[in-house]
Every structure is written in C-alpha cells, then in structure tokens.
Nanobody
C-alpha cells in the first residue's frame, strides 16, 4: 500500500506564495507503480475539486482557476509531488489534499488520499 503525507500549508497574505509537498511512501511490497499524483482542495459545504495533477511522465493538468499561478512538479525517485502556489487569492483558502493513483499489481489500480493540509489566504 501507499501512505500519503502532505506538508507546507499555513497562513499567508493575498499575493503571497506557499509551497505544498506530498510524499507517497510505499508501506509494503504490493506497489507495482505510482502513477498520477495530484492536489485537490475542499472548502466547507463544497465538493473536493481538482487543483492540479501530474502523470509519471510529467504531463500536467490544471484547474482554470489556478493556471498561471500554480505549478505542480514531482520527483519520481522520491515519490514526491510539490505544488508551488504564487499570487494567492482569498478564494484559494481551502484544505488541500494530495491524491496518489498507483497500481498494486499490473492490472489493479488504487487511489490513496492524504489527510490534508490547510491553506488560509488573508486579505
């Protein structure tokens, strides 16, 4: 299985920057590959939404609301993914969750979520 742990959240003023990090640790032998890694966010009363994701080959996908401000990157040797958030807005305030899609066998895929890290952007 895979254990997912996020870090890097906090309080920042509008216009500022934060960098989130996520580590996917293999906790057993049953991890064939780690595939797409990404960040989602959720605010109270709303559904969790995609922020950005990156495939194992480096293909990225961003929500329209963060394009040009956020950058996702990953290090496949360390199974880590980062989200550099610049020009933060108050509407970026949310709990940010790391999502890891992996294969436990060549044909069985699974998804694991982290517990979330809180980002608060003040005006």
């Amino acid at each position: 299985q895979v254990q997912v742990v996020e870090s890097g959240g906090g309080l920042v003023q509008a216009g500022g920057s934060l960098r989130l990090s996520c580590v996917a640790s293999k906790t057993g032998a049953s991890v064939y590959s780690i595939n797409t890694m990404g960040w989602h966010r959720q605010t109270p009363g709303n559904q969790r939404e995609l922020v950005a994701e990156i495939s194992s080959s480096g293909h990225t996908n961003y929500a329209d609301s963060v394009k040009g401000r956020f950058t996702i990157s990953r290090d496949n040797t360390k199974n880590t993914v980062h989200l550099q958030m610049n020009s933060l807005k108050t509407e970026d305030t949310a709990v940010y969750y790391c999502r890891v899609h992996y294969n436990s066998t060549p044909i069985v895929s699974r998804v694991e979520w982290g517990r979330g890290t809180e980002v608060t952007v003040s005006s």
